[in-house]
């Protein structure tokens, strides 16, 4: 007879339920290290929870709020990150029923939207997760590279607190976000972690790029001996560049450190701008994730993000989840000026049928209706997949932050 087992999910209540918590991600995960005593206290404990079966501490998962921009609006968004169960408690379903359990709280908290990076694709898909979004990291050999154009704008280090930092560099970085699918509207977490190294002792450089006393751009970087060499590498947590000039200038600013640099890494999108600006074809991708997303809230995902406001149309989505059953309907989206209402609706025979995590993909911008017509996700007309492709196209979504 197959033995039931309990499992319960919850907030930490007590120092021996962290001590477990941190336990069992040490030994999932490559954090936190034993040494690494204010982890939690940066992780934030109310951010924690922790999972149980058969009333042991097994595992948890941390959840910090933000936001993120789709259609030039940032929708609320819970950033999952640190999921771990024991190694001894693992194939027992308690990973389902934790994320399934956040995906409810999210829900009660008003929050539309979950995004993760997946360690495994399997698990999230089961719980309605779809691949929604880049992050890639380039590397760029720093001696293959010769500006020849130099502009009249200056780089110039920035020192002082990381309030002084972040108000001068945050309208810069959401000049980008704001045009940008899947970039983060970044929590004062996440702007620690931009600003320091892993560890979130050590403080990284940073750089604006200044026309006459005005910024036109940022590098946030640090750089590491590489190992056994006398050289290093140049490894720029995000950069950001608002004119053409400073493109160019921040390209310098790179070529600058040849002498003892032997590469430059940074995460951008699959069509990078960066790269278009430069003569040679020496780039490489060092690594490439894709992070997935979760509609939580169907109605309030679609109504939150925005659309193109050249724009003026109306589609009737038949969508089937799984696990959250307040998603399950026909919903009628009616988009005008850049904005969506969504109601009720019965199907007809425009209507599209799609699963959640393919609305997931679809909302994003990383799956065309047609590729999730292909994976079996949708199903409906063609003008009705010819509606929807405009409505969600809006360029790749990508973001340079990890979590
Ligand atoms: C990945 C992990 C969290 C899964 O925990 P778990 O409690 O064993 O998962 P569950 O028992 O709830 O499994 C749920 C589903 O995911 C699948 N799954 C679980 N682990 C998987 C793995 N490593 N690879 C592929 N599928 C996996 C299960 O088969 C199950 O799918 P099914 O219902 O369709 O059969 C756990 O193995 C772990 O902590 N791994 C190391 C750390 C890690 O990778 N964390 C994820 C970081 S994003």
Not at 12 to 32: C, I, N, Y
Not at 169 to 174: A, C, T, V
Not at 367 to 390: H, K, N, R, V, W
Request: hydrophobic share 35%.
């Amino acid at each position: 007879m197959k033995q039931e087992h309990s499992i319960e999910i919850s907030r930490v209540q007590d120092q021996e339920e962290l001590k477990g918590l941190a336990d069992a991600l040490r030994r999932s995960l490559w954090f936190p290290r034993l040494e690494d005593d204010d982890w939690t206290v940066r992780e934030g404990v109310e951010r924690l929870r922790i999972a149980r079966l058969d009333g042991e501490v097994v595992g948890g998962l941390s959840c910090h709020l933000m936001g993120q921009w789709f259609g030039g609006r940032s929708v609320p968004m819970g950033a999952i990150r640190a999921v771990g169960i024991r190694p001894d408690a693992r194939m027992y379903g308690v990973a389902h029923t934790m994320l399934t359990s956040n995906l409810t709280e999210l829900r009660e908290a008003g929050i539309p939207l979950a995004s993760l990076y997946p360690a495994t694709q399997r698990l999230y898909r089961s719980v309605g997760y779809g691949s929604a979004g880049t992050m890639v990291w380039y590397r760029q050999p720093i001696s293959e590279l010769h500006p020849t154009t130099r502009t009249e704008l200056r780089v110039r280090g920035l020192s002082g607190s990381m309030e002084m930092l972040r108000e001068v560099l945050e309208p810069l970085y959401r000049a980008r976000a704001e045009r940008t699918n899947g970039h983060l509207e970044r929590s004062d977490w996440m702007w620690d972690r931009c600003f320091l190294k892993p560890g979130g002792k050590q403080p990284r450089d940073v750089y604006v790029v200044d026309r006459d006393g005005k910024a036109e751009g940022y590098v946030i970087c640090d750089h590491e001996r590489i190992p056994d060499q006398f050289r290093g590498r140049l490894e720029i947590r995000d950069w950001q560049a608002t004119t053409p000039e400073a493109m160019r200038q921040l390209w310098c600013f790179v070529a600058d450190h040849r002498s003892h640099m032997e590469f430059v890494r940074w995460h951008g999108p699959r069509a990078e701008p960066m790269l278009a600006m430069l003569d040679q074809h020496q780039w490489e991708i060092d690594v490439s994730l894709t992070w997935m997303t979760r509609i939580v809230d169907v109605v309030e995902a679609l109504r939150k993000r925005g659309y193109s406001p050249a724009l003026s149309t109306q589609v009737s989505l038949r969508v089937e989840d799984p696990c959250l059953p307040w998603n399950r309907g026909c919903w009628r989206l009616v988009v005008e000026n850049g904005l969506a209402n969504v109601t009720e609706t019965t199907p007809d025979s425009k209507t599209a049928t799609l699963q959640v995590q393919g609305l997931s993909s679809l909302y994003t911008g990383y799956l065309s209706p047609y590729s999730l017509e292909q994976m079996g996700l949708l199903q409906g007309p063609s003008d009705t997949l010819a509606e929807l492709a405009l409505l969600f196209a809006g360029g790749e979504p990508w973001m340079p932050d990890m979590f």
